[in-house]
């Protein structure tokens, strides 16, 4: 069958619907850098490869076809249509151009992707809408709703056996016929995976590769300074299941019933009484950057999580106190305060940081198990997972493989940008299963 990938990135939708025989006959992608590059990795597609799918040239060259693939950004819809009952709410989205596309080509399949969240996105609203306006135009459609809300649940290449977290949302859908009875793969939640599958050797590792992949001292050392901690602590003492935040070790701030923001001048200095950095001078806006940055925000409350939040962390510290070492309190209030952060997710296992995947987020130093990989997350390069027997990053090619790519896929020359497009892309193994499924013999011969 032929098909056109919409929002094409680095082509996650044509690898796996061409492993199954079918035709790419357009792609469209505003990115320049990733159109060039699409035609390097499908060189047949060389002439048939468009930019902004908003033009209306780039929307006049779209060929029949048979089945329509796109990971469709999730962009706020107007309420204006269900309040009003005239105006399109996709209107100025990008989803409405796929309407406008499949209103003019009415393809047999629609294969869509998007975010964990979109079901629940505007309270569900978003959801509606897309069902809605694909059932209008004559689609029998299914989502991959969470299991609270009836569904079977987000699709994760851990799933499938790819050593891989990533929770997504599909839409399938079928047009004036019905649906297979399953579309979308089996769930198995408990497949055991390791990410060990996609490591790649030491001497396969190119000077480029080890010159990416190193990690800097100072995050080589802050690794370090947590494992210090970790490993003298008995083993009876359970490590929290929330991040922990060492600037509450000796925090007096208020928290519950108000903020330091709206604390007076004096009430404000004397719950900083003692900090290293408190100075006689100093205004009531000086002294609110003296707390940790989370505390700092200029509202009348904080939000239930964040007290929540407070309340476990001085409660567990102040039962560990003996644990931090005042050496070694000192010497972690010289890394930034995200650093100063930790979150451990390996509950039972040995305490020993470099046994896991770990990876630096704005919530801390998260530690998880060699199982998976964290999901890859395409708006930040700083959050790339480090393999922690390896003692580095993770290659281009472990993130090609992660996605369910071949190794000699092509990816943009800086690492930030192909880190950006492998966290964009859609998982080629979950596809090919959606897609083998949907597209089963037996529906084909219907057509």
């Known amino acids: 069958m032929r098909f056109i990938d919409l929002f094409a990135g680095l082509g996650g939708f044509h690898k796996a619907l061409s492993d199954l025989g079918h035709e790419c006959v357009y792609a469209s992608e505003i990115d320049e850098s990733l159109r060039l590059l699409y035609p390097q990795n499908f060189p047949y597609m060389n002439g048939n490869v468009r930019g902004d799918i908003r033009l209306p040239d780039n929307k006049n060259a779209v060929p029949e076809h048979d089945i329509l693939c796109a990971g469709f950004p999730c962009q706020p819809f107007s309420k204006s249509g269900s309040q009003q009952g005239l105006s399109d709410p996709t209107r100025g989205t990008l989803f409405h151009e796929i309407l406008d596309v499949l209103e003019r080509h009415k393809p047999e399949y629609i294969i869509l992707e998007n975010v964990g969240n979109f079901e629940r996105h505007d309270q569900g609203r978003t959801w509606r809408v897309v069902k809605e306006r694909l059932e209008l135009l004559g689609y029998l459609v299914k989502g991959t709703e969470h299991v609270a809300t009836g569904g079977s649940g987000l699709l994760s290449p851990h799933h499938l056996g790819y050593p891989h977290t990533r929770d997504r949302f599909y839409i399938v859908g079928r047009f004036n016929k019905e649906l297979p009875k399953d579309p979308f793969p089996e769930v198995k939640r408990f497949r055991k995976t390791t990410i060990g599958d996609i490591v790649q050797a030491t001497h396969e590792l190119t000077e480029r590769d080890v010159r990416e992949t190193l990690l800097t001292a100072l995050q080589r050392e802050c690794i370090n300074h947590w494992n210090r901690l970790i490993s003298r602590m008995p083993e009876r003492i359970?490590?929290?299941?929330?991040?922990?935040?060492?600037?509450?070790?000796?925090?007096?701030?208020?928290?519950?019933?108000?903020?330091?923001?709206?604390?007076?001048?004096?009430?404000?200095?004397?719950?900083?009484?003692?900090?290293?950095?408190?100075?006689?001078?100093?205004?009531?806006?000086?002294?609110?950057?003296?707390?940790?940055?989370?505390?700092?925000?200029?509202?009348?409350?904080?939000?239930?999580?964040?007290?929540?939040?407070?309340?476990?962390?001085?409660?567990?510290?102040m039962a560990n106190r003996p644990y931090f070492k005042d050496s070694w309190v000192a010497k972690l209030r010289e890394f930034p305060s995200s650093l100063r952060k930790f979150e451990w997710n390996c509950n039972g296992e040995e305490r020993e940081l470099w046994k896991y995947v770990l990876q630096f987020r704005p919530s801390g130093l998260r530690v998880k198990r060699y199982t998976s990989s964290p999901a890859l997350v395409a708006m930040t390069s700083t959050q790339i997972p480090i393999l922690g027997p390896e003692q580095r990053f993770i290659t281009r090619t472990e993130g090609l493989r992660l996605q369910g790519f071949s190794d000699d896929h092509k990816l943009p020359a800086s690492r930030v940008a192909a880190f950006k497009c492998l966290g964009n892309a859609v998982h080629v193994g979950v596809v090919r299963e959606i897609a083998r499924r949907l597209i089963s013999p037996s529906t084909n011969n219907e057509s």
């Open 238 to 317: 359970d490590l929290p299941s929330f991040p922990i935040w060492t600037d509450e070790l000796y925090a007096k701030y208020p928290f519950e019933c108000q903020t330091p923001f709206m604390m007076t001048t004096r009430a404000l200095r004397r719950v900083l009484r003692g900090h290293p950095q408190l100075q006689p001078d100093m205004v009531h806006e000086d002294l609110v950057q003296l707390l940790p940055s989370y505390a700092r925000s200029r509202e009348e409350a904080f939000p239930k999580w964040k007290i929540d939040f407070i309340r476990q962390n001085r409660q567990w510290l």
